[in-house]
């Protein structure tokens, strides 16, 4: 049984949906690109961040399924700028000790990306402080249906018994099989919705959504939302103790 705690600890996993660039650029008469390449050099000062606050996971939502559905020129640049933060990160990242993963289904994702994202994988194998797993064309529901069909295709193979499909086996299937489950979802840019974020995962997660649009969030906004989350508790549907 999981018993109500208060995490004073910290969070040990944080999620990021890093909304607002968009709003960020309109805001300073650029083009909505601009403000996702601000968003870029946020991600580097969070991840930095993160040992000192004591979080070990950190995940970050870069590009949804949904997404698809803007212009071309804004899901190219996007893409480019995903390709060059690879680039020019690598380096500093494995520097960092920082093991980095990518959820989201890499079927539709150019190849030069998907290479690049194999090779930092790799790269950082070894890299045993914090975990940063980016998610890129990552949607919750197409990730459990896709979750799903894996399952389903080793049940018909008789891998798997349907009597022991069951809320520990299923999530095996998931992209974040290795990853603990969010203790804390953060939405920058005033939207307070999940937009099919890590669905299944953060069935208990804890959720701030702030004002700030992504490019403003700093490590000393971030540290101030770790901090309410230790003031919490947690009860996972018990009783407070
Ligand atoms: C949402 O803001 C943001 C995105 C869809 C892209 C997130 C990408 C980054 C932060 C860039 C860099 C990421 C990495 C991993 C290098 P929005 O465009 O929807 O903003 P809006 O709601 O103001 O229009």
Same mark, same amino acid.
């Given at each position: 049984?999981?018993?109500p ?7 040990r996993h944080? =999620? %990021? ?5 968009g709003?960020?650029?309109t805001q300073? !008469?650029?083009p909505r ?5 601000a968003?870029?050099?946020r991600? +580097?000062?969070i991840?930095q961040?993160?040992?000192? &606050?004591?979080?070990?996971?950190l995940t ?5 399924? $949904? ?7 804004e899901?190219?640049?996007? *893409?480019?700028?995903?390709r060059?933060?690879i680039t020019?990160e =690598?380096?500093? &990242?494995c ?10 289904? +890499? ?7 998907? !290479?690049? *994202?194999d090779? &930092? $994988?790799? *790269?950082t194998?070894?890299?045993? @402080? ?5 998610? /890129?064309?990552?949607? @919750?529901?197409?990730? %459990?249906?896709?979750?799903t069909?894996?399952l389903?295709?080793d049940?018909?193979?008789? +891998?798997l018994?349907? #009597?022991n499909?069951? $809320?520990?086996?299923?999530p095996?299937?998931l992209d974040?099989?290795?990853l603990?489950?969010?203790? &804390?979802?953060? +939405?920058?840019s005033g939207?307070?919705? /999940?937009?099919?974020f890590?669905?299944w995962?953060? =069935?208990y997660?804890e959720? $701030?959504f /702030? ?9 000393? #906004?971030f ?7 230790? @003031?919490?508790?947690?009860?996972? @549907?018990? %009783?407070?103790?």
């Amino acid at each position: 049984m999981v018993k109500p705690i208060r995490d004073t600890d910290g969070p040990r996993h944080v =999620a %990021v949906i890093m909304d607002g660039n968009g709003r960020w650029a309109t805001q300073r !008469g650029r083009p909505r690109l601009f403000g996702h390449h601000a968003g870029a050099k946020r991600v +580097r000062e969070i991840v930095q961040a993160c040992p000192d &606050l004591g979080v070990k996971y950190l995940t970050i939502f870069a590009f949804s399924t $949904e997404n698809w559905k803007r212009t071309q020129t804004e899901v190219a640049g996007l *893409m480019s700028l995903f390709r060059r933060y690879i680039t020019m990160e =690598a380096r500093a &990242l494995c520097d960092q000790n920082v093991r980095v993963r990518f959820i989201g289904d +890499r079927v539709r994702l150019d190849k030069k990306l998907v !290479g690049l *994202m194999d090779e &930092l $994988e790799q *790269m950082t194998r070894g890299c045993t @402080g914090i975990n940063l797993t980016i998610a /890129i064309n990552y949607g @919750g529901r197409d990730e %459990v249906a896709r979750a799903t069909k894996r399952l389903a295709q080793d049940v018909a193979a008789q +891998r798997l018994d349907p #009597e022991n499909v069951n $809320e520990e086996t299923l999530p095996k299937y998931l992209d974040t099989y290795v990853l603990p489950d969010p203790d &804390l979802v953060i +939405r920058t840019s005033g939207e307070a919705r /999940i937009s099919n974020f890590l669905l299944w995962q953060s =069935a208990y997660a804890e959720y $701030e959504f /702030i004002d700030t649009l992504w490019p403003d969030f700093s490590a000393e #906004e971030f540290q101030g939302l770790i901090n309410n989350y230790a @003031g919490r508790e947690r009860r996972f @549907g018990a %009783v407070s103790v």
